[in-house]
């Protein structure tokens, strides 16, 4: 074989390598990607160097929305990182709950008039240019929710949907604040007159537009000053959440406006606070349908309210327990990894790995409990504030005693409502449907949070004692795993020696030995890779069983230490000119480490496995797709240069068939390649081989035997040419 041949087999089997190691790096990748998706992929990457890389391992691997994370210009660890963090993610979610519900108190303060008589107790009828001015900035707040939304949904570019929102919202602010002013000093110049619900909801309604205003903006700051590109920092759940506020609030308006048509003697207002008060399923009874049509439209609309804030409140929970808390637990376990290295630097101090594992697990531990301490202030400080602020309000409003007050805001909390308090004032009733609103969902929010805490401690408790206590559990797992493992590894070992297993060729005796010791090296690579993989596979049964029975799992030193070690992580992740023992004992709490990241650890575990096992696959795959082109174009060439065979076509056209099946499948998968696949082919070499044409020549297989001899062919099989070391003699 000539020398260009020679390098045209090692060009085409170098197409066949299923991952590129990590510093041929496609100029397209995220350099986060870069940085993370090496500590679940090993350092490989998929062979397209224009395909742009989904790193699904890592997100489920990940306790942390790690899209959102690499949209911001800032990574954990860094000043003031958890701060961008929420204004990019929370930000955007609060406007979309205030600004529908600003839309539906407005309607209500528009069809409301805002003045009343105190001694006819009737409605007084509103200047006709201060309806004008409700009316336009109603229409200016639509349009600020409209062009949100439009934002959340990514219809319209970020620039231009931010903008009209700031606007149209701080424009409604102010249209409503100057006819609250004009509204408010005729009121104080006239007798006998008081301000109505409609009043005290545009009030409201204007500060909750200013509110939207104002944290868009701030959002818009962060754009601008480079901290995350111009959208909002949100997945596709999230988005979705406006939609479901934004059908709750039309709901409630077409709910408010029926009961005020079935029940006599209610204001808008008045139908408004009803309707919040049955979709809360607080119930105060101060309020009741008297004829069958109303308790009809009643229990039709309350069922609809009650599924929709259910919703509303388990879309809000599920933000809140999958972004923040695990967020602020890697932003704090960055933080103290940094410094502790920082300190182990400064007073040069020498430590084992299992001392870098201890300081790593108590740094996870602190974080951990700081990242919980917070939430819990947090929570409970939200909670303070609704349950002892409205207190407060209720004191001066509606002239109750503060522990009174403290007691209604209570049982509101908690959704009992007895009913032996309630709020009879315009300003108590607008109050309070604002805060209800807010607080209830709240609380209902930590209530939920603490029985899943109390849940997931009863089911670790019982988890822990059925697996230390039961002596059956132990024995029974003990000895599957032991037979298992002695059972198959038995199966696979060979029983005979290569010289039985093997039939030997009509070839001459004295090159026999070469061509056997070159037999002997293929299977051996296959041997040992199949062991391989056995061994992966058994490593995979108890993780799959922490998978699905403790996925919270806390994986000792020893047992980590065992599941690197046999996928070899550490020296794949070290840079090679640096892989000293020093770097080594310190690879815990180095960039490479698992433990820096918010980690599902039997999940983690899980995917490192089985991506092991799928090199593997691919690797043997990819040999054997070699060995066959190998031999294919071997024969083809030996063939064309002594016969024509270009008439019958059948070779010719079998190897350009097969050609373009390998071009296509440049990264191609597992299952493409079977065992079918592999027979056709085989049936068709052989039927190339013993060929009338070529029956004279090779009619003693002497052809095949030559090319198998043939250093050049030797040289092309090579240890050198095989991408691992662990196959390298």
Request: proline share 5%; glycine share 4%.
């Amino acid at each position: 074989m000539s020398n260009n041949a020679v390098r045209q087999r090692e060009s085409t089997s170098k197409r066949f390598l299923p991952f590129r190691k990590l510093s041929q790096i496609p100029p397209n990748v995220d350099p986060y990607d870069a940085e993370l998706l090496p500590l679940i992929m090993e350092g490989y990457y998929p062979n397209k160097e224009n395909d742009t890389i989904i790193p699904l391992s890592l997100r489920h691997s990940l306790n942390v929305p790690i899209v959102t994370i690499k949209n911001l210009k800032l990574k954990p660890g860094e000043d003031h990182f958890v701060i961008w963090f929420f204004i990019s993610s929370y930000f955007p979610i609060l406007s979309a709950c205030l600004g529908p519900l600003a839309n539906m108190i407005s309607i209500v303060s528009l069809l409301e008039h805002w003045r009343y008589d105190t001694v006819t107790l009737k409605q007084i009828p509103d200047r006709p240019a201060f309806m004008v001015l409700n009316a336009l900035s109603l229409g200016m707040g639509i349009i600020g929710n409209v062009s949100l939304l439009m934002n959340f949904s990514g219809t319209i570019r970020y620039l231009v949907t931010q903008t009209v929102s700031i606007f149209c919202w701080f424009l409604a602010s102010l249209l409503l604040a100057i006819d609250l002013i004009l509204t408010n000093n005729e009121i104080r110049n006239t007798v006998h007159v008081a301000r109505t619900d409609g009043f005290w909801f545009a009030a409201f309604t204007s500060f909750f537009y200013f509110v939207c205003s104002v944290i868009l903006s701030i959002n818009f700051l962060g754009y601008k000053l480079n901290k995350y590109p111009p959208t909002f920092n949100l997945n596709s759940k999230q988005r979705s959440l406006m939609i479901y506020i934004i059908g709750f609030a039309i709901w409630t308006t077409v709910g408010t406006v029926s009961v005020r048509h079935l029940i006599k003697g209610l204001t808008y207002g008045s139908a408004l606070y009803f309707c919040i008060v049955s979709f809360l399923t607080i119930g105060f009874g101060d309020i009741v349908p008297k004829s069958s049509l109303a308790k009809a439209m009643v229990l039709f609309f309350s069922l609809g309210g009650v599924l929709m804030m259910g919703l509303i409140i388990a879309m809000i929970r599920q933000v809140v327990l999958t972004s923040g808390g695990p967020t602020m637990f890697w932003n704090l376990i960055e933080k103290r990894r940094a410094k502790e290295l920082q300190s182990i630097e400064d007073n040069a101090q020498k430590i084992t790995s299992e001392e870098a594992y201890d300081k790593i697990r108590a740094i996870r531990r602190s974080a951990k409990m700081r990242q919980l301490n917070l939430s819990l202030l947090f929570t409970l400080g939200n909670f303070m504030v609704f349950w002892l602020v409205g207190a407060l309000v209720f004191l001066y409003v509606e002239g109750w005693t503060y522990f009174n007050g403290v007691y209604f805001c209570f049982l509101c909390l908690i959704t009992i409502g007895y009913g032996d308090y309630v709020p009879v004032t315009p300003l108590g009733r607008s109050f309070f449907v604002c805060w209800a609103v807010s607080a209830v969902p709240l609380m209902t929010i930590l209530i939920s949070n603490m029985g899943d805490k109390l849940f997931d401690f009863a089911d670790q408790t019982s988890f822990f004692i059925t697996k230390w206590l039961s002596i059956s559990y132990r024995s029974k797992h003990k000895s599957i795993r032991d037979d298992v493992k002695h059972k198959n590894i038995q199966e696979i070992k060979p029983t005979t020696s290569l010289e039985s297993e093997v039939p030997r060729p009509k070839i001459l005796a004295e090159e026999w030995p070469q061509h056997k010791r070159f037999i002997e090296k293929k299977l051996q690579i296959h041997r040992e890779t199949n062991y391989r993989i056995l061994g992966f596979l058994e490593e995979l049964k108890p993780i799959i069983s922490d998978l699905l029975d403790n996925p919270s799992k806390i994986y000792s030193h020893e047992q980590w230490s065992k599941i690197l070690n046999l996928l070899e992580v550490e020296s794949s992740l070290m840079p090679a000119n640096e892989e000293t023992s020093e770097d080594t004992s310190l690879f815990w709490l180095s960039d490479v480490s698992p433990l820096r990241l918010p980690l599902k650890e039997p999940h983690y575990m899980f995917v490192k496995i089985f991506l092991k096992i799928e090199q593997d696959l691919r690797y043997l795959m990819n040999m054997e797709l070699q060995d066959i082109q190998f031999l294919d174009e071997e024969l083809l060439s030996e063939v064309s240069s002594e016969e024509d065979l270009t008439g019958d076509g059948s070779s010719a056209s079998w190897s350009q068939q097969y050609k373009e099946k390998l071009n296509r499948e440049d990264n191609f998968k597992i299952d493409s390649v079977n065992e079918d696949f592999t027979e056709r082919n085989t049936r068709k070499l052989t039927r190339n081989v013993t060929s009338p044409s070529l029956n004279q020549k090779y009619k003693s297989g002497r052809k095949l035997t030559r090319t198998l001899t043939d250093p050049n062919f030797s040289g092309r099989f090579s240890t050198s040419n095989f991408p691992n070391d662990r196959f390298r003699n």
